[in-house]
C-alpha cells in the first residue's frame, strides 16, 4: 500500500514538472488596444470613432435601491440632498430653516406650512426622488396625497396617488403638471414607496452662461 502511495505521488510530481515547462514556453499575449488614432472623425463632435484621447467616463460606485426594510444607497459621486436625518440642505421660500416634520428617517410636510427648497442651486442634472402617500388613502382626483417638485420654480413634477384615481391627464403622478401627462399610469396599491427620476438638461446659450428655462429650450425625462 505505501508503495502505491509513492507511485502516484511521483507521477502527480512529474505530471506538474512537464505541465510548467510547457506552459513557461508559451509567448506573452499582445495586450489588447485602449483605442485608436486613424479611425475616422464622428460628425458633429472632435473625436474619432474609438478614440483613445477621449477621456473615460469617471468610476463610481453605483446605487442600491430601497426596500420596506431599510433605505437604498447613492451612487458615490451624487450630491445627497436628505439621508434620513436632516434638512441642512433645504430652506423655507422665504430663507427660514426648513421646518417640515422629521422622524424615523422620513421628512412630513406640515398642514400650510410651504415648500422647501434646495439651498444649492442645479442645472444639469439627474434627480432621485423617494416619496410616500398616505396609506389608506383619503380624498380623490387632485386632493388624495397631492405634493410636487418644482424645477427652477416654474415647472413642476407631479406627485400624487394615482391608484385607481381618476383626475386629469396633466395631473397624474409623474406627468409636467398642466402641461404633459406621464406615458402610462405606473402607480401600484399601498406599495411602502414611490421613487421617482428626473433628468434635466438645459441648453447653453452662445455665451456660455446659463439660459433662463423659460426662454431657451431644455428637456426633462421623468
Given at each position: 500500500?505505501?508503495?502505491?502511495?509513492?507511485f502516484?505521488?511521483?507521477?502527480?510530481?512529474?505530471?506538474?514538472?512537464?505541465?510548467?515547462?510547457?506552459?513557461?514556453?508559451?509567448p506573452?499575449?499582445?495586450?489588447?488596444?485602449?483605442?485608436y488614432?486613424?479611425?475616422?472623425k464622428?460628425?458633429?463632435?472632435?473625436?474619432?470613432?474609438?478614440?483613445?484621447?477621449?477621456?473615460?467616463?469617471?468610476?463610481?460606485?453605483?446605487?442600491?435601491?430601497?426596500?420596506?426594510?431599510?433605505?437604498?444607497?447613492?451612487?458615490?459621486?451624487?450630491t445627497?440632498?436628505?439621508?434620513?436625518?436632516?434638512?441642512?440642505?433645504w430652506?423655507?421660500?422665504?430663507?427660514?430653516?426648513?421646518?417640515?416634520?422629521?422622524?424615523?428617517?422620513?421628512?412630513?410636510?406640515?398642514?400650510?406650512?410651504?415648500?422647501?427648497i434646495?439651498?444649492?442651486?442645479?442645472?444639469?442634472?439627474q434627480?432621485?426622488?423617494?416619496?410616500?402617500?398616505?396609506?389608506?388613502?383619503?380624498?380623490?382626483?387632485?386632493?388624495?396625497?397631492n405634493?410636487?417638485?418644482?424645477?427652477?420654480?416654474?415647472?413642476?413634477?407631479?406627485?400624487?396617488d394615482?391608484?385607481?384615481?381618476?383626475?386629469?391627464?396633466?395631473?397624474?403622478?409623474?406627468?409636467?403638471?398642466?402641461?404633459m401627462?406621464?406615458?402610462?399610469?405606473?402607480?401600484?396599491?399601498?406599495?411602502?414607496?414611490?421613487?421617482?427620476?428626473?433628468?434635466?438638461?438645459?441648453?447653453?446659450?452662445?455665451?456660455?452662461?446659463?439660459?433662463?428655462?423659460?426662454?431657451?429650450?431644455?428637456?426633462?425625462?421623468?
Open positions: 500500500m505505501s508503495t502505491s502511495r509513492v502516484v505521488s511521483t507521477a502527480g510530481l512529474i505530471a506538474l514538472s512537464l505541465a510548467s515547462s510547457v506552459f513557461a514556453q508559451q506573452t499575449p499582445p495586450k489588447a488596444p485602449t483605442g488614432t486613424d479611425t475616422p464622428i460628425p458633429g463632435n472632435k473625436w474619432r470613432v474609438h478614440d483613445d484621447a477621449r477621456p473615460r467616463p469617471p468610476v463610481i460606485t453605483p446605487g442600491t435601491f430601497s426596500s420596506s426594510d431599510k433605505p437604498g444607497k447613492p451612487p458615490s459621486d451624487a445627497v440632498l436628505f439621508d434620513g436625518t436632516n434638512l441642512n440642505a430652506k423655507m421660500a422665504k430663507g427660514e430653516p426648513a421646518n417640515w416634520k422629521l422622524e424615523n428617517g422620513y421628512v412630513e410636510t406640515i398642514g400650510r406650512s410651504g415648500d422647501i434646495t439651498k444649492e442651486e442645479f442645472g444639469n442634472c434627480l432621485h426622488i423617494e416619496w410616500r402617500t398616505p396609506d389608506p388613502p383619503r380624498g380623490d382626483s387632485q386632493g388624495r396625497g405634493s410636487g417638485v418644482f424645477l427652477f420654480g416654474l415647472y413642476e413634477i407631479q406627485v400624487l394615482s391608484y385607481n384615481n381618476v383626475s386629469y391627464a396633466d395631473g397624474q403622478a409623474s406627468g409636467l403638471y398642466g402641461q401627462p406621464p406615458l402610462v399610469n405606473a402607480s401600484l396599491r399601498r406599495v411602502s414607496g414611490r421613487s421617482t427620476t428626473l433628468c434635466l438638461r438645459r441648453r447653453r446659450s452662445k455665451t456660455a452662461a446659463w439660459t433662463r428655462p423659460d426662454s431657451s429650450p431644455f428637456s426633462i425625462t421623468a
